[in-house]
């Protein structure tokens, strides 16, 4: 029981070392607990699962505790994207869903994710609730349904047909863009595609076969990862290289040229398209580590943003409280609140490719475009692998510096402190620059490992390297 600890989405654990069928078990019991006293467990619970190895068999056994609690239960007959799982979470009514996956995580990793009734991951909140019943026994007599049921069925179709509403394919085909599209062995597999070869876009998928090894990645959708990816779009004569995680949730995208397009970047084209072709109300949302460009995106349009804490977990607050047209965090997740408080790596990919059909413009043009008008802002991150004294060493001398003085030869401009420690620096390289990005560096502590992540924006990508190299000699000078 002590192995099992629930975090922003759920439990994720090494298989066969803390995550077992026992330690499922006990998340699954504490999950039925929750329902049982805090929703109307007669609605039941949907669960899915991805392509990571057992994930089957793991969803096979939290629906017997759940159906043995007298919860009803709806299992997914196959592999199932946490999307399309939390879409229909909401569209049935369900009290609940549980998502066997482990997202971006290596191979020998799997997981527990819940999804509350709305369609979204739980709140901080119920994630306690869930966490408070661990090691604890269903009651005899405590559920108010009469017997569970395991109804099998395929999540995948509703969800499918949802997000094909938010794109003109026939446009997309019209254009005669040509897409790669790349699942890494995941979730996603044959969902765009399947879209796209019904309506006659042309696209390669690749990595679309089941492989629970994840052979030479992590299903992640960053460098090194997408280095292959690289390669393919340039070879396969695409406009962009679409890329999902290994349950769907994240996006990546690669140009036609071959470069990486950062997160930060997808988010900003979306918020931009949705504000001028679509017009669609509402604020908008991003994490303390994301990209400034989307604060001058929403300010040209009158748009109130807000700023929050790392995770998806405070988008989908806001979008459940707030009038929220878009929400997204710095790694891939971004979500559109007319489809579903959830980040969701499917629809963004299809809403990528109508951006790139209505504006007449490669993904490479539509990075282009977006920093002339805006201003060039790249962006990068560091993942200093440290021990806990040179980490909170670090941390406590950089909370020690204060505007006015310097921070790794840089003078400080201001300092923030709402999830980690964020500097916005003086740079003479971009001072000359018009329209240029503002300069912040950010350090971030994670509280469950040996990790300090150092972020930074900039100017320029050269600008960008160098002062993650100044903060890098910082940390490690002790």
């Not at 980490?391 to 020690?400: D, E, H, L, N, P």
């Amino acid at each position: 029981m002590g192995a099992v600890k629930f975090g922003t989405d759920g439990w994720r654990g090494i298989i066969a070392d803390d995550f077992t069928f026992e330690n499922v078990r006990v998340a699954a019991r504490a999950i039925a607990l929750y329902v049982l006293e805090h929703e109307d467990a007669s609605q039941g619970v949907c669960i899915g699962w991805d392509t990571r190895f057992g994930s089957q068999a793991f969803a096979q056994v939290v629906a017997e505790v759940l159906s043995g609690a007298g919860i009803p239960v709806t299992l997914a007959g196959g592999v199932t994207p946490t999307p399309a799982l939390s879409y229909a979470v909401r569209e049935r009514g369900a009290a609940g869903g549980v998502m066997i996956t482990s997202s971006h995580n290596p191979a020998e990793w799997n997981g527990v994710k819940y999804k509350a009734s709305y369609g979204g991951s739980g709140k901080p909140s119920i994630i306690a609730q869930i966490e408070s019943y661990l090691g604890k026994e269903v009651v005899s007599g405590q559920c108010p349904v009469v017997s569970g049921r395991v109804d099998v069925v395929d999540f995948n179709p509703p969800y499918v047909a949802a997000i094909e509403k938010f794109v003109d394919l026939a446009a997309i085909k019209e254009s005669g863009y040509k897409f790669l599209i790349d699942v890494m062995y995941g979730a996603g597999s044959g969902v765009i595609a399947g879209i796209f070869a019904r309506a006659g876009v042309p696209y390669v998928e690749m990595r679309g076969e089941r492989n629970p090894a994840f052979p030479g990645i992590n299903p992640e959708p960053i460098l090194p990862h997408i280095a292959e990816t690289q390669k393919r779009v340039v070879a396969e004569g695409c406009v962009a290289g679409l890329v999902t995680d290994g349950d769907a949730d994240r996006i990546g995208a690669v140009d036609e040229h071959g470069n990486v397009v950062d997160a930060h970047k997808i988010f900003a084209i979306l918020l931009k398209w949705l504000l001028e072709r679509k017009g669609w109300p509402g604020d908008v949302t991003r994490a303390f580590n994301t990209t400034l460009m989307l604060d001058r995106i929403a300010a040209k349009h009158g748009r109130k943003l807000h700023e929050h804490g790392i995770g998806f977990k405070y988008v989908c607050d806001l979008m459940l409280a707030e009038d929220i047209l878009i929400g997204g965090e710095e790694s891939g997740g971004v979500g559109i609140s007319k489809h579903l408080p959830e980040r969701d790596g499917m629809l963004n990919s299809l809403l990528l490719a109508q951006v790139m059909t209505d504006e007449k413009k490669t993904l490479g043009e539509l990075v282009a475009a977006l920093q002339e008008e805006y201003g060039e802002h790249q962006y990068g991150r560091i993942d200093m692998h440290i021990d806990d004294r040179l980490k909170q060493s670090a941390i406590a001398r950089a909370k020690a510096v204060v505007a006015g003085e310097e921070f790794a030869g840089l003078k400080v401009l201001k300092v923030e402190t709402l999830d980690g420690i964020k500097f916005f620096l003086e740079n003479p390289v971009c001072a000359g620059k018009a329209n240029a990005a503002e300069t912040w560096l950010l350090l971030r502590a994670s509280g469950t490992e040996p990790l300090l992540r150092v972020y930074c924006e900039s100017c320029s990508v050269e600008s960008v390297n160098a002062v993650l190299k100044l903060a890098e000699g910082f940390v490690l000078a002790g």
